[in-house]
């Protein structure tokens, strides 16, 4: 004769806690079925009565106590086998009444997988043999109920005590993130006040030194040494406005492109404004956030073209357009177009290989530093468009 599988009902109103012995029994050859109280463990063994009850003991709407002396004192139910799995701590007072209502074991949790499948064993064999009968009778329903009533009252003050250290463990651990949160913040302010003041110093330097620039070619007299010193202020100038620009913003870390472009570019246009000619500029360009690592190089880029148009692209014009355009590619990264509608460059001359300082600077910080590439279109004006990739974008 083949034994049929036993099949044990689990009680816990913690999911967790069903999965784990859920997982056990089911790979160990049992039947299991699960309740979440008593009452609801109670309706399942009425319709499907079972071999084992396994039940932890505090537990919402039926605890494990009235579940017990329920299943024990009924006459279909009371030789289903009955364990206390539980974390609820048992006095004397409550072990006495557990065996009374006629458990078979009461275990405190966790206990090892191998001992809780030894244990339901062992009380399967006894039942199996007739050991199991209870040597202690029933109390009467007076002595069960005033017994019950003072067990819960017990494990109730003790669940609260425990709730309560955890409450002020909680809170302890709230004050102390909050000095740590108070301490990161001030440090970070910190930083923020010492990466401002770089920023400021830094730009008061750059300015020092295009004020020297000035200074020396006012002093010498000279135009083509003053011509130099001039486009090398305006190279200092164009790094310096980053760190300006940094500094009064909130974020430290990052500018918006139309905001940069706009202050560099009305910059240049006042510095090489004269009487002869009138210049219009063009400005679409999306606020794109870019970081100090790359708006510096791309603003001496955009320094060397605009410095380039506004010197050689309108000699005989009395009006003079200048176009710059900037939005997102499909690639994350930016593509800039930056042109005019000046005469433009003859046939013979190639500015990608020209060897001019200013050219030299285009390319280098491009192709080598930005990583990009330039494409120059010579008609109806000379017009730059500049395609960056998505290491130019702060993310």
Not at 60 to 86: Q, R, S, W
Not at 106 to 117: I, S
Not at 153 to 170: A, F, N, S, W
Not at 201 to 216: A, E, H, P, S, W
């Amino acid at each position: 004769m083949i034994d049929r599988p036993k099949k044990i009902l689990l009680v816990d109103d913690k999911p967790e806690n069903l999965h784990m012995l859920d997982s056990l029994l089911s790979v160990n050859g049992f039947l299991v079925e699960k309740a979440v109280n008593g009452k609801q463990a109670l309706e399942f063994a009425h319709k499907n009565p079972p071999d084992m009850i396994v039940a932890d003991v505090l537990m919402p709407v039926m605890d494990g106590f009235e579940l017990c002396h329920k299943i024990k004192t009924d006459k279909i139910l009371n030789e289903t086998a009955f364990i206390f799995y539980t974390a609820s701590y048992l006095d004397k007072r409550d072990e006495e009444l557990a065996l009374s209502l006629g458990v078979d074991r009461y275990l405190l949790k966790p206990q090892e997988p191998d001992v809780l499948l030894r244990v339901f064993n062992e009380v399967f064999e006894e039942y199996a043999s007739g050991e199991h009968a209870n040597i202690i009778p029933f109390p009467l329903e007076k002595d069960y109920l005033r017994s019950h009533n003072e067990s819960l009252i017990r494990m109730l003050e003790k669940k609260i005590d425990q709730l309560d250290k955890t409450h002020l463990g909680l809170l302890n651990e709230i004050s102390i993130r909050k000095k740590a949160e108070e301490q990161l913040k001030a440090s970070i302010l910190e930083k923020d006040i010492l990466i401002k003041e770089v920023y400021h110093r830094t730009k008061n330097n750059m300015q020092v030194i295009v004020g020297l620039f000035d200074l020396q070619a006012r002093k010498r007299g000279d135009q083509s040494l003053e011509a130099i010193l001039s486009e090398m202020s305006n190279r200092i100038y164009s790094m310096s406005m980053v760190h300006d620009l940094l500094y009064r913003s909130k974020n430290l870390y990052e500018l918006k492109l139309d905001v940069y472009l706009e202050s560099l570019l009305n910059h240049l246009l006042l510095l090489y404004e004269t009487e002869k000619i009138e210049l219009k500029l063009n400005l679409s360009v999306e606020s794109i956030p870019i970081n100090i690592q790359h708006a510096v190089p791309l603003g001496m880029v955009i320094n060397e073209i605009i410095s380039n148009s506004l010197k050689y692209a309108f000699p005989d014009l009395s009006q003079g357009e200048i176009t710059v355009e900037a939005k997102r590619n499909d690639q994350n990264g930016i593509s800039l177009k930056i042109g005019d509608n000046g005469i433009g460059l003859s046939d013979e001359f190639n500015p990608l290989k020209g060897e001019t300082l200013g050219m030299h600077i285009i390319r280098m910080v491009i192709e080598n530093q930005l990583f990009g590439e330039i494409i120059i279109e010579n008609d109806a004006g000379l017009v730059y468009t500049l395609i960056l990739p998505d290491l130019l974008l702060d993310r």
